[in-house]
Structures are given as structure tokens and as C-alpha cells.
């Protein structure tokens, strides 16, 4: 009996000790896991942590308690992540991770310059941090902006209470999922003010960005004629509120050595043949207002690979980024193989 108390007295010190050790091969699938499970870490740390926007992490020595006071209170303009992007056994992991790597003779470069002509909330949007992770454009923030339309304000609650904020912000879109890739800011840190100029960069320069996106229904279907793909042409943003996107155009790459042998859905114009031999089936939509959809059917003479597969992209005329020029088209990921 006495054995079986002290087995279980210490068990909760043996699992620290584990968790304490860590393991560094899961530290290192932590690291390189991509979206939707993906706190995006190597953004700013670098892609072996060899430091970039943020300090290097390679060789230093931390340990578990040292990686969990900095993700759970930074103290520079990191935000917080809190349990549900990372537990202590993945602190573990990740310092068993960085002990294993070579500490690097300097600190990588930003991912992303500021450039020379930058304006003010793009030079802010870079230098505290929102654009080495979302890209100079910001494009997934202007997305989901364009979504609701909204003011500061609710901006400004995405970004400072986002593991709160963004499941009821996805649920008022009817998106599903409560994978959450970016902590909470501190007010502190990043202030109003700063948040302000790359809030107004975002919706009177850039402009915010009708939420269209390409779904695929599944695995091609094999038939007679050939395998027949279908597609959802979605605008994703809150019905009566969200942006409408006008003359869209849906492109799909059709992979090499195979033909179009049917396709369905409004606006379709056929296909044709760049001078890089890429053959591309277009489809033309007068507009796509929030929560409007079309379905397009494209029959394939064979199937795409791994490697050369059906996929694409949608672009719009209208709205257009105010500061001119064009932006960049929302891309439509590999059909299931």
C-alpha cells in the first residue's frame, strides 16, 4: 500500500521531470508545422531560429521555465500565447529543440524590410511586427476585415484579445475551427496609436479585401469521360455587411498533358494556352456579394499529381487597392488527390 502512495505521489514530479527534459524531434515538429496548426514562430525567430525580426533561440541554453515566461509574458512586442498553442510539454519540446541546434555567429535578417517609401502604417505594420508574420500587404488581416467591414474598434479587439476574439469572429462568417495562430498583444507594447496608423494603411491606402475563396467538394470523381472536379467560388464575408467582389475571375492551371473535356458553372470562356505551354480554364463573374457562391464543374482527361495538379487563383477588378496598382489574387489550393 505505502508503495502504491508514494507511486502516486510521485508521479505529477516524474511527468514534470519528463515534460522538464522535452523532446527535441517534437520540438522540431512544433517549429515546422504549418497552418492551421501553426503559431508561426519561425517568422520572427527565424527558420532554424537563428533570429530574425525576433532574437535567436539556437544554442542559448533555455530551459522550459525560461521558454514558458516568454511565451506566456513577453516582455518585448511578442504577443502572449496561452495553452491551447503552448503547453508546457511543448515549451519542453522546444528547448530540447534549440539545444540541439548551433548557435548561429549572428542574428539572422528581418523576413520582411521596411522600404525606403514606406508609408507611416506600413513603416509601423513591419517594424512592431504585424507584417513579418501576415506578409507587406497584410493580406489574411485585410481579408478578414473586408469580411465584416468594420471600424477600429473591433480591429483593435482581434489583435489585443485575439485567442477570445477571433473563434466569435469566425462563427459570425459561419467558418468552423478554433485553430488560433497569433497570441494577444499588449496594449503597451504595441499602443492605440501605432495600431491606428496600420489600421487606417489597411483600410484607406491598401483598402480591405473581399473574402473570396476556392473550396474543393472532395476527391475528383472518376467517370466515363474522365474525372470530374467540383469547386465552391465562395465570398465568405457577413451577409448585407461584408465587401462584394466585382468582375471576378476565376483561373484554374490544368495539369500538363491533360485536356478539358467538359466544364459547367456561369460565366465559364473556355481555356487557353500561355507561351509557357501552361493551359489555364477561365471563368468571368459579373460580382460575388457576401455569402453568394457559385459552383463550377471542370471534367478532366486524367488527374493531376502531387507534384502537377489541378489548382488556381480568383481576382477581381473591383475593390481595388486605393493607393493603385493591382492585388494580389487569392490563390485556390491542389484539388484532393
Known sequence: MKKVLFALLALPFTQTIAAAQGDAAAGKAYWDREAPRATACRNCHGNNGEGSFGPDLAGRGLNTAQVMRAVREPWGIMPAFVESQLSEKDAADLAAYFA?????????????????????????????????????????????MGAVNENFAYFANL???????????????????????????????????????????????????????????????????????????????????????????????????????????????????????????????AKLAAKDSERITITLSKAGTQADNLRGNIRWEKPSPKAGGTDAPQAINGAPL
Not at 101 to 128: D, H, I, M, Y
Not at 191 to 202: I, Y
Not at 260 to 268: E, L, N
Open 159 to 285: 489583435v489585443y484579445n485575439h485567442t477570445t476574439a477571433m473563434t466569435p469572429h469566425r462563427a459570425s462568417l459561419g467558418q468552423a475551427g478554433t485553430n488560433l495562430d497569433m497570441g494577444n498583444y499588449n496594449r503597451d507594447r504595441v499602443t492605440n496609436g501605432q495600431l491606428n496608423q496600420v489600421f487606417f494603411w489597411l483600410r484607406d491606402e491598401l483598402g480591405f479585401r473581399p473574402p473570396l475563396a476556392g473550396g474543393w467538394a472532395g476527391k475528383g470523381e472518376q467517370g466515363a469521360q474522365g474525372i470530374t472536379y467540383t469547386l465552391n467560388v465562395a465570398n465568405n464575408g457577413l451577409k448585407d455587411k461584408g465587401l462584394t467582389g466585382e468582375n471576378v475571375t476565376v483561373t484554374l492551371i490544368i495539369p500538363k498533358d491533360a485536356t478539358v473535356v467538359a466544364a459547367t458553372g456561369t460565366g465559364y470562356q473556355g481555356t487557353s494556352t500561355a507561351n509557357n505551354n501552361t493551359t489555364t480554364a477561365t471563368w468571368k463573374l
Open 100 to 144: 540541439s541546434l548551433q548557435k548561429p555567429a549572428a542574428p539572422g535578417k528581418w523576413r520582411f524590410e521596411v522600404p525606403a517609401n514606406a508609408s507611416p502604417g506600413q513603416r509601423t505594420a513591419l517594424t512592431v511586427g504585424c507584417a513579418q508574420c501576415h506578409g507587406p500587404t497584410m493580406n489574411g488581416p485585410r481579408n478578414n
